[in-house]
């Protein structure tokens, strides 16, 4: 079995290089690729050199994660074209570990995330991401877009005592005067850019020709702006192995392994969320497992090597595919690029100014909001209209994994609700002079309330029959529902049939208990079953 999914794999990974039907000889596409995997690099500095101080880690810890996690997802991932990296939706469940137990701890809970992350992988638990309601995903993109936004704004801060202590721009003031004006003038000098050159040409990707011209036009007149380096120096070396330096008992585990649960699906919900997203840009679907598989090994080989642990992100994912980049070679080359800032292009990347880089996730958040949801609020059922208002809401103020849950929940809820009305009876007396309830609905938990209120036995004939074409039993409390109408007539000494039960609801029936006799089946049981329920049916040996 392992032997056939690791084939199942790699050939998927084999294909997935041919992604989009493009020679990746062609000079033009290598281009194209390469130029998005630099402009994809250089947005992503900041971001991981940021998230890094929110999780209280130094930035090389930030920036090694953004590397690694990077490449290997780059590599075998589920979807050209995604981006991932050191994120703040991991970031800020880190914090708490790290200022309780230190850096080690964090090194050791991102390697048993990887290695719960491997098993949903291995276990096809991302298909589930399809239970996610198209609402929900609205919603998702939506908060996520604003805190893009947000996260943007601590780039207007001067930059304060707390970034000597490592927390990051939390301690500065924020920018006043001419110093703002500077910084909103270059901000949307870099968005006028990204917007105007694809009009123009499409030779390079808009969004690096925004920053290139913006970062020149700061050098080349001394602006006095805040630049890469003002957040922290990214010259480091290569990232060595190193087994974290935690005790290997129980105690140890008991502190991390609810952190590393929680990263886990954090980090797997935010990737395959971003995952449908990219493939509907792309026009591509599957993988989930993939790329479950691909996380989990990615934050474990990081967990080994001085990372912070990371998943997909939404953010830099855009930038890339916007650019152009549509197979594994952007991704690959914007994890290398970040290794060459770090070992060689310190002194040059640091010189970048950050509104070059905020007016591009500026354009980020203006392309990734979906605009469309705002229009289409009061055309839609109420209920979908505030679950996507809700899961923007609790994104913005709490986080991604706990939204996507929130909303899941509200919708089943919702669903169950609304199919809980649906069930109803059409009534008839056929040739025989038994009474028809023909069944129109499912029966489930939810409507076995009602199901038991179309019912009146103590007024209804000697025969009665309970006709189930065009509903559905759906579960136990369906059965149980059943069971207790059978207890009803038989209490009064009459006779229930059951008719057009389809054949999961027999087995099930069947299962149960509640259906015992084989003989009485109808010998067109692919068309229907008719199934009387004597005395005693529903409490063991009816049929």
């Known amino acids: 079995m392992t032997q056939s999914i690791l084939a199942t794999f790699a050939d998927r990974v084999a294909g997935d290089w041919k992604a989009d039907g493009r020679n990746l000889l062609d000079p033009n596409v290598l281009k194209t690729e390469l130029l998005s995997g630099l402009t994809v690099a250089l947005a992503l500095v900041p971001e991981a050199v940021a998230f890094a101080f929110v999780a209280g880690v130094h930035p090389l810890v930030g920036l090694y994660a953004a590397f690694i996690v990077g490449l290997i997802t780059a590599l075998i991932g589920g979807r050209p074209g995604m981006i991932s990296g050191a994120t703040g939706a991991l970031a800020v469940v880190m914090v708490a570990l790290v200022a309780s137990h230190g850096v080690e701890y964090l090194f050791a809970t991102v390697v048993l995330m990887g290695i719960l992350q491997l098993m949903a992988g291995i276990f096809k638990l991302g298909k589930f991401i399809r239970l996610v309601p198209h609402p929900v995903m609205l919603g998702f993109v939506n908060g996520l877009a604003i805190v893009i936004g947000l996260a943007q704004l601590t780039q207007f801060k001067v930059p304060g005592t707390a970034e000597v202590a490592g927390h990051g721009m939390a301690g500065g003031e924020w920018l006043t005067g001419m110093p703002l004006a500077i910084m909103l003038g270059l901000v949307g000098l870099t968005m006028l850019v990204v917007w105007g050159l694809p009009k123009l040409t499409k030779f390079i990707p808009a969004p690096l020709a925004g920053i290139l011209i913006t970062a020149l036009v700061v050098i080349a007149f001394g602006i006095e702006t805040p630049r890469v380096g003002d957040l922290a120096s990214i010259k480091g070396g290569l990232p060595a192995f190193h087994i974290p330096t935690v005790p290997l008992n129980l105690e140890t585990l008991q502190i991390i392994l609810p952190y590393a649960i ?20 792309t026009d591509k679907r599957g993988g989930a497992s993939q790329e479950c598989i691909a996380q989990g090994a990615a934050n474990v080989v990081t967990g080994f090597f001085g990372g912070m642990g990371g998943c997909a992100m939404i953010g830099q994912s855009m930038i890339n595919v916007k650019s152009g980049g549509r197979t594994r070679i952007a991704a690959t080359a914007a994890a290398l690029f970040l290794l060459a800032f770090i070992l060689v292009g310190s002194s040059l990347i640091e010189q970048i100014p950050l509104a070059a880089l905020v007016g591009v996730m500026f354009m980020v958040v203006i392309g990734t909001f979906a605009w469309n949801s705002l229009r289409i609020l ?35 809820l919702a669903y169950a609700w609304n199919n809980s009305r649906r069930i109803h009876a059409i009534i008839e007396t056929n040739d025989d002079g038994a009474k028809v309830y023909k069944i129109e609905g499912p029966l489930f938990f939810g409507s076995t309330d009602g199901f038991a209120e179309l019912f009146n036995p103590a007024e209804d004939p000697d025969h009665v029959v309970v006709d189930f074409m065009r509903s559905r039993v759906v579960d136990q409390s369906a059965l149980q529902a059943i069971e207790d109408l059978a207890a009803k007539y038989n209490a009064q000494g009459k006779d229930l049939r059951l008719r057009h039960l389809t054949r999961d609801c027999h087995a099930l029936l069947n299962k149960a208990g509640q259906l015992m006799d084989d003989s009485a089946d109808d010998p067109d049981y692919a068309v229907a079953v008719d199934y009387r329920v004597r005395t005693g049916a529903f409490g063991g040996g009816g049929h």
């Open 262 to 281: 929680i990263l886990a699906a954090i980090g797997l919900i935010e990737s395959l969320l971003t995952l449908n997203l990219v493939g509907e840009m």
């Open 378 to 412: 009061t055309k839609i059922p109420l209920t979908d209209a505030m679950v996507i208002v809700l899961v923007t809401a609790v994104t913005v103020k709490y986080d991604l994994a706990t939204a996507v849950v929130v909303g899941v929940i509200v919708s089943a």
